[in-house]
């Protein structure tokens, strides 16, 4: 690995905007576009998109799909108005990697979240993740996410942020479980907490639905002159069923939880058409397309009976089940003038939602999804491209007894499903391995055609087919999935010693399916930088899966001040088929701070960078997931030791030495409370020296205990520790680093 960082980005900012770099006691960092004087006509300009995210909102919990305890009228009159789906689906059975899939177009055999973080999966987005949201800013589009990201660590300035995945308003929760609250005492806006101080303490008095509303509003007004993308994400109707009046429900024969859950799927109706009567009352209607759809199945959660609604209304199966009642999921399409009215069997996956979003945008969209446009379908085409089939992977360690009845007590197994025209495969593995041979596998096969609901098990009368689906899940199934370029990326080097020159590369990479012209690079620096080119910075073309690479010298200023972090931004434009596009991405070069004087574990000094693939990297203490001075010190094989790093792979954590030690010595493995949790974990550890390797250790595992570290450093600048994950999982990857510690002479 480098010792560089690389940063990937589609677009940061709309067209027309200017940025100016960031600093330090230098200017802040602004996109400003100009909203115009007078809005197009009606059903003229680029549509609005709006996309509505409910969580846990079973299939069929609208009176849409059949619902008849719980009133959904708004809901059922956009259903009415616009094209409703009966065979949509969600690409998995449980929330963060459903989300990965709808926000960049990868199913899960492909995506870079495959399981929720409750069960040990990688819990974050990653700077090779195009989201439908860097598409579309890139054509002008302002854009937002307001309600539940989901996406960890809850930190700003990182690569699973939703400003660096193209969302440039956001207030709602980052974090995965903060989003289980719904009286929470913060949330999250832009890159800042915002305290609640009403429900301080527990105190249950301000619903955070009511503010994710007033956000949605405001946000609609403020760019009604101009094309937005909205992603509403609220939390109805997730457990616990908190919702602070059930109206309608108070006087019904059921629990309270099932009251609440009820009032809590009206909730979510009245606030999309509060959506739609904000969108009619500034006349934007007919320049708006609007999706509502589910995560996944319905929920069983916090005391709710998703029997008593018929909440996955013909079909099998719920919340955590491959089967069709926790992957199928209402979707609606509305948009007068622009979306046909009636019902499409279409198989569609949210994976569509990312192509489909980008041709309605006017806007490319990279060659390597899995989704496909359907766009062409809700105009009225009947030619709206079909997939050869659909695929779903589960690794969930959660249980709830619907669930696991429905799984015949397999809910905790590794499973996958596949659909190919009409036939359903799905297959169970009894040891937590996908590598496990095909034959130990529990393959069952169901025709949708004939049983819908998943009833009959037809594999023994058609085990020829049955095989084909499962070549077809292996097929579908990469440990690693490598992307195609998209976008600028922009390479800095670990450290900006000031008065010293360095260099900067970018690349502006065509990963659409047509030709781009007048491409071109440009960087910016800080106020008092120097920056040089050292090499071409435009192209007249750039064909499909083409690239544009430009490098320039940077040059701080010796005054600059130590221990800072400094703003670099690199913009790639182009014209496309379809119009301009812009792709800015911003990161950051840190001036180094001292070099240590005496020796000291590397705890008690000021890193330069610090990645770390879940939470934060813990100082001193190891506890999994919370930051130092809350768990107990590191330990591995009942040994306890009082200094050290904890990290989560993959992570990479650099300090400066400025060449002033000798010596780095540690013990690096997964430690005790990680071994307590799973010995599913494998990870690697490696030490660069500045360009240089100094080490890479064995695959390390809880079973084989730590491995030493004795380095010779004499000369190094910039050490670096890092961790990858060993075994293509990232589960129980937790890694420490005890007694990390550098000599000096």
């Not at 409910?54 to 809901?75: M, N, S, V």
């Not at 920056?531 to 910075?537: G, L």
Request: glycine letters at 10%; a negative charge; hydrophobic letters at 40%.
């Amino acid at each position: 690995m480098s010792t560089r960082r690389t940063f990937l980005a589609g677009s940061t900012a709309a067209l027309g905007l200017t940025v100016a770099a960031t600093a330090a006691g230098a200017e802040q960092a602004a996109a400003v576009v100009a909203a115009p004087e007078t809005a197009a006509p009606p059903g003229t300009r680029p549509p609005n998109l709006v996309v509505v995210l409910a969580d846990d909102l079973g299939y069929g919990e609208l009176g849409a799909y059949g619902q008849k305890l719980i009133t959904t009228p708004r809901l059922d009159r956009l259903a009415a108005e616009g094209l409703r789906f009966t065979d949509a689906y969600s690409t998995a059975a449980v929330c963060a990697p459903s989300r990965c899939s709808l926000l960049t177009g990868l199913h899960t055999g492909h995506s870079t979240v495959r399981a929720n973080p409750s069960s040990g999966g990688q819990g974050s987005l990653t700077s090779t993740d195009t989201t439908f949201a860097q598409v579309l800013q890139a054509r002008g589009y302002r854009t937002a996410v307001i309600g539940k990201w989901g996406f960890g660590p809850e930190a700003a300035g990182q690569d699973s942020h939703p400003a660096a995945r193209g969302f440039e308003e956001f207030y709602g929760y980052i974090d995965h479980s903060h989003a289980h609250q719904y009286y929470p005492e913060y949330l999250w806006h832009n890159d800042a907490k915002e305290p609640i101080p009403a429900n301080a303490g527990g105190v249950k008095a301000v619903y955070a639905p009511d503010l994710l509303e007033q956000h949605v509003l405001e946000f609609i007004d403020a760019h009604a002159a101009e094309p937005f993308l909205l992603l509403l994400t609220p939390t109805v109707p997730h457990a616990p069923s908190d919702v602070p009046d059930t109206g309608a429900y108070a006087d019904r024969p059921w629990t309270a939880a099932n009251k609440g859950h009820a009032a809590q799927v009206s909730y979510f109706d009245a606030l999309v058409g509060k959506v739609v009567d904000r969108l009619r009352a500034l006349g934007l209607e007919q320049d708006t397309v609007v999706f509502v759809t589910s995560d996944n199945g319905p929920h069983e959660e916090g005391g709710v009976n998703p029997d008593l609604f018929d909440a996955n209304g013909p079909l099998r199966g719920y919340k955590r089940n491959l089967y069709e009642g926790g992957v199928r999921v209402p979707l609606i399409a509305w948009g007068p003038g622009r979306v046909r009215q009636g019902t499409s069997s279409r198989p569609t996956p949210l994976t569509d939602v990312l192509p489909t979003l980008a041709e309605l945008g006017g806007a490319p969209a990279p060659t390597d999804v899995d989704g496909l446009s359907a766009a062409p379908l809700l105009a009225g085409s009947a030619d709206s491209a079909r997939h050869g089939h659909l695929y779903w992977f589960r690794d969930e360690l959660g249980v709830t007894s619907r669930a696991n009845a429905e799984d015949d007590k397999r809910a905790t197994w590794l499973a996958e499903a596949l659909r190919r025209d009409d036939w359903k495969a799905v297959r169970f593995a009894p040891e937590r391995d996908h590598s496990l041979p095909d034959d130990k596998w529990q393959v069952e096969l169901y025709d949708l055609a004939t049983d819908p609901g998943e009833s009959r098990n037809v594999v023994d009368k058609n085990p020829s087919k049955a095989a084909e689906l499962v070549a077809l899940m292996r097929a579908s199934w990469k440990d690693s999935y490598p992307r195609t370029p998209f976008g600028t990326r922009l390479t800095l080097p670990a450290l900006a010693v000031p008065g010293q020159a360095f260099t900067v590369t970018a690349t502006l990479d065509n990963g659409s399916a047509r030709p781009w012209t007048s491409a071109a690079l440009t960087l910016r620096a800080p106020a008092g930088w120097a920056v040089t080119p050292a090499s071409p910075t435009t192209a007249d073309q750039l064909a499909a899966g083409g690239r544009l690479a430009a490098s320039w010298q940077v040059t701080p200023p010796g005054a600059a001040a130590p221990a800072t972090t400094w703003a670099v931004t690199a913009e790639g434009t182009a014209l496309t088929p379809a119009g301009p596009v812009r792709y800015p991405v911003t990161a950051t070069v840190p001036t180094p701070p001292p070099a240590p004087t005496r020796d000291s574990y590397l705890s008690d000094l000021i890193w330069i960078s610090a990645a770390n693939g879940w939470g934060p990297v813990e100082r001193d203490t190891s506890n999994g997931k919370n930051a130092a001075g809350d768990g107990p010190p590191i330990s591995f094989g009942g040994t306890t030791y009082p200094k050290g790093l904890g990290v989560h792979a993959p992570s990479d954590i650099a300090y400066h030495l400025g060449g002033a030690a000798v010596r780095f010595t540690s013990l690096v493995g997964i430690d005790d409370f990680s071994a307590k949790q799973s010995t599913v974990g494998a990870t690697r550890a490696k030490v660069y020296g500045d360009d240089r390797l100094l080490l890479t250790t064995p695959t390390l595992t809880a079973a084989g205990g730590p491995v030493p570290v004795d380095l010779d450093v004499r000369g190094v600048r910039v050490l670096r520790l890092v961790v990858e994950d060993a075994n293509n999982r990232t589960s129980f990857d937790h890694t420490s680093w005890a007694l990390a510690r550098v000599t000096v002479a």
